[in-house]
Nanobody
Framework: QVQLVESGGGLVQAGGSLRLSCAAS????????MGWFRQAPGKEREFVAA????????NYADSVKGRFRISRDNAKNTVTLQMNSLKPEDTAVYYC?????????????????WGQGTQVTVSS
């Protein structure tokens, strides 16, 4: 079992940047692939980015490629999503998720553990 807590959300103008962090506790963090998903009001939860347990493999949604970067620090039990060149359509609640022995899947059903989410709002 692993517990996840996101932080770093907020309000930013279009073109700005935010850095989301997810702190994990409980079971060995490095056993998990980690993902970021988001959900806007009235929309389905969608994949944003994922990273394998080692950090050697990353996966991004087409909508964020070149703007967002996922990274992890297994010594500090954290995963980070650096978001640059933000757009109003990036506005959503962002969730951190953990997939035991996963490889960084974009499919949310594969993730066993979820954080409570953090709100990101991008104004135009």
């Amino acid at each position: 079992q692993v517990q996840l807590v996101e932080s770093g959300g907020g309000l930013v103008q279009a073109g700005g940047s935010l850095r989301l962090s997810c702190a994990a506790s409980g079971r060995t963090f490095r056993d998990y692939a980690m993902g970021w998903f988001r959900q806007a009001p009235g929309k389905e939860r969608e994949f944003v980015a994922a990273i394998s347990w080692s950090g050697g493999t990353t996966n991004y949604a087409d909508s964020v490629k070149g703007r967002f970067r996922i990274s992890r620090d297994n010594a500090k039990n954290t995963v980070t999503l650096q978001m640059n060149s933000l757009k109003p359509e990036d506005t959503a609640v962002y969730y951190c998720a953990a997939d035991l022995y996963g490889l960084g899947s974009p499919v949310y059903e594969g993730y066993e553990h979820w954080g409570q989410g953090t709100q990101v709002t991008v104004s135009s």
